[in-house]
Nanobody, 122 residues
């Protein structure tokens, strides 16, 4: 089935930046759409961004558009989420996911990482 492992989370001040990474193993990474989701305490998991197999198309949630950027390096089997101009409301566990369809629904993704915590202090 393959494995996804996120890294790069941490504590950052409001207005700061982070880069999250998602390392894929046991699969042909370029065969899958990659998505990022997040879940804050007491809230449902929500879509953040997705990137198509080749990296040619991206899509963002309105709440992060213009601040976050998704990218991938298929040669390295790694995806990235660049977080800029962070706000306190961006605090959440961030998950990467792989699927066959470019969709905003979590149910469209069959493989998930364990998550990485991002905490933004105001």
């Amino acid at each position: 089935q393959g494995q996804l492992v996120e890294s790069g989370g941490g504590l950052v001040q409001a207005g700061g930046s982070l880069r999250l990474s998602c390392a894929a193993s046991g699969r042909t990474f370029s065969n899958y759409v990659m998505g990022w989701f997040r879940q804050a305490p007491g809230k449902e998991r929500e879509f953040v961004a997705l990137i198509t197999r080749s990296g040619g198309s991206t899509y963002y949630a309105d709440s992060v558009k213009g601040r976050f950027a998704i990218s991938r390096d298929n040669a390295k089997n790694t995806g990235y989420l660049h977080l800029h101009s962070l706000k306190a409301e961006d605090t959440a566990v961030y998950y990467c996911a792989a699927g066959l369809v470019a969709a905003v629904q979590a149910s469209a993704y069959s493989s998930w990482g364990q998550g990485t915590q991002v905490t933004v202090s105001s």
